[in-house]
């Protein structure tokens, strides 16, 4: 242990009990649990190798050697050409949790260390599980961070919210929207902000105040809907709607800048579309807007209302990924309940006849296929949809696996006049994609 005038007591490098306590006991279970927190990211590979400082650099292969010709004999050869390539070059982003315990719990340990163990353990598991959660639910949007959006608002104070889905992003509507479980990502007791929605990617957005943060007091469903409740305050009334991100603190002088929530991990849904995600105007480094990037959108195969699931619609989008990507989907990620509507499709159709129509994953874990292809079902995918993904051309780009901070030499950290300790854990990653038009969205299933 060792004594300093700013920190006060610490449990310093010098003193190896409490950090292997955290490093060699708990870390290896907490970290599995956030590195792979779902079946789709369990499956994906790990690639530090393109992890250039804090960013993932890499070249990508957009064109073709036109310099290929068939002539007749004795004519003159093709003129040579070369491949085309552009490159991606995108920021590693970063995920912290942290833990504290008291003093007396420490003093516990020096000579029962099962004492101290006993009421680690807990938060340290329970912070496990918190980063695995983020995760997992950052890995199905496309990191904007927005959990939920609600309906425009007048001016007066206001106690309650009417929730819609999570549209994407700058979309002020969305054809056949996620049409059930608008609070899908909120949960009572988490710390959130609102933030206005212009729709609009030129316009200013609001940068929200202390009193814009509050802690959800219920979360009510009705049909069609649902509500949320929390302290009274009176936001800018601009007439737009609002989303509802998380807000990692609330201090009184805490203020959310406009970009702030704008900081998750990329997901699939920011992947696998046909624009730039967010407010950004570029994916991955390179605009996808521009016409001559088609190679950097993948299809979206969507209508103006939603549509029930049928075969013909699976092969359309199954082989729209082939004719696009030159690449058969490995891969169909989707809800719970476009998955139920599917098990459902292969009765009818009489495809599910003595296992067929299922695959068996890493694991034991069984899902439903197509075309020999698993159907993974997922609680934290967005309603309403199936990702056709061809997963060689995805990946999580790696900085540093989930790890304890203790680069000044000590990994707790005594409170600032409290008889109480903290530790931070944190990872530093991304998700993204080789070649974007590999992938297939198929939108506007009902469920």
């Known amino acids: 242990m060792?004594?300093?005038?700013?920190?006060?007591?610490?449990?310093?490098?010098?003193?190896?009990?409490?950090?292997?306590?955290?490093?060699?006991?708990?870390?290896?279970?907490?970290?599995?649990?956030?590195?792979?927190?779902?079946?789709?990211?369990?499956r994906l590979p790990r690639d530090k190798e393109r992890v250039e400082g804090k960013n993932v650099v890499f070249p990508v292969h957009v064109g073709r050697n036109i310099g290929v010709n068939a002539i007749a004999a004795g004519g003159d050869?093709?003129?040579?050409?070369?491949?085309?390539?552009?490159?991606?070059?995108?920021?590693?982003?970063?995920?912290?949790?942290?833990?504290?315990?008291?003093?007396?719990?420490?003093?516990?340990?020096r000579t029962q260390m099962a004492a101290w163990l006993k009421a680690i353990e807990s938060e340290v598991r329970g912070l496990g599980i918190d980063m695995s959660r983020y995760k997992q639910r950052a890995s199905h949007l496309n990191g904007t961070g927005v959990l939920a959006m609600t309906t425009a608002h007048g001016s007066g104070s206001v106690t309650t919210m009417t929730l819609e889905p999570p549209t994407l992003w700058p979309e002020a509507t969305a054809a056949a929207a996620p049409d059930i479980n608008h609070a899908k990502y909120l949960k009572v007791g988490q710390r959130i902000a609102f933030v206005s929605n212009t729709n609009a990617n030129s316009q200013t957005q609001y940068a929200m105040a202390a009193d814009s943060i509050r802690t959800i007091t219920s979360v009510t469903r009705t049909a069609g809907s649902e509500e949320i409740?929390?302290?009274?305050?009176?936001?800018?009334?601009?007439?737009?709607k609002?989303?509802?991100?998380?807000?990692?603190?609330?201090?009184?002088?805490?203020?959310?800048?406009?970009?702030?929530?704008?900081?998750?991990?990329?997901?699939i849904a920011g992947i696998v579309d046909d624009?730039?995600?967010?407010?950004?105007?570029?994916?991955?480094?390179?605009?996808?807007?521009?016409?001559?990037?088609?190679?950097?959108?993948?299809?979206?195969?969507?209508?103006g209302s939603a549509r029930a699931l049928t075969i013909a619609l699976m092969d359309e989008a199954f082989t729209t990924a082939m004719e696009t990507g030159d690449a058969a989907p490995?891969?169909?990620?989707?809800?719970?309940?476009?998955?139920r509507k599917y098990a459902a499709l292969l009765l009818t159709e009489r495809r599910y006849i003595d296992g067929h129509g299922a695959?068996?994953?890493?694991?034991?874990?069984?899902?439903?296929?197509y075309n020999g292809v698993p159907v993974i079902a997922d609680r934290d995918c967005l309603n309403n949809r199936i990702y056709f993904l061809h997963e060689?051309?995805?990946r999580m780009y790696v900085l540093s696996d989930p790890q304890w901070m203790n680069k000044d030499g000590s990994i707790y950290h005594r409170l600032e006049n409290k008889d109480a300790y903290q530790a931070t854990m944190y990872c530093r990653e991304t998700m993204g994609t080789d070649v974007r038009d590999k992938h297939v969205l198929l939108a506007a299933i009902s469920e």
């Open 2 to 42: 060792a004594i300093s005038d700013s920190n006060g007591v610490e449990f310093a490098s010098s003193d190896p009990f409490y950090d292997y306590i955290l490093n060699d006991i708990f870390l290896p279970a907490v970290a599995d649990t956030v590195i792979t927190p779902n079946t789709l990211l369990e």
């Open 77 to 109: 050869l093709p003129d040579p050409g070369q491949q085309d390539y552009d490159q991606y070059s995108f920021g590693i982003k970063h995920i912290y949790g942290r833990v504290k315990f008291d003093g007396v719990s420490a003093d516990a340990s």
């Open 229 to 240: 409740g929390f302290a009274s305050w009176d936001p800018v009334n601009d007439g737009n």
């Open 242 to 267: 609002w989303n509802i991100v998380l807000a990692g603190n609330a201090d009184a002088g805490f203020t959310l800048a406009d970009t702030a929530f704008e900081n998750d991990p990329m997901g």
């Open 275 to 303: 624009g730039n995600p967010g407010r950004a105007s570029t994916f991955q480094g390179i605009d996808a807007s521009a016409a001559a990037n088609d190679w950097h959108r993948s299809t979206v195969l969507t209508a």
């Open 330 to 339: 490995t891969a169909l990620v989707t809800s719970f309940g476009v998955a």
């Open 359 to 369: 695959s068996d994953l890493d694991g034991g874990y069984k899902a439903l296929d």
């Open 392 to 394: 060689p051309d995805l």
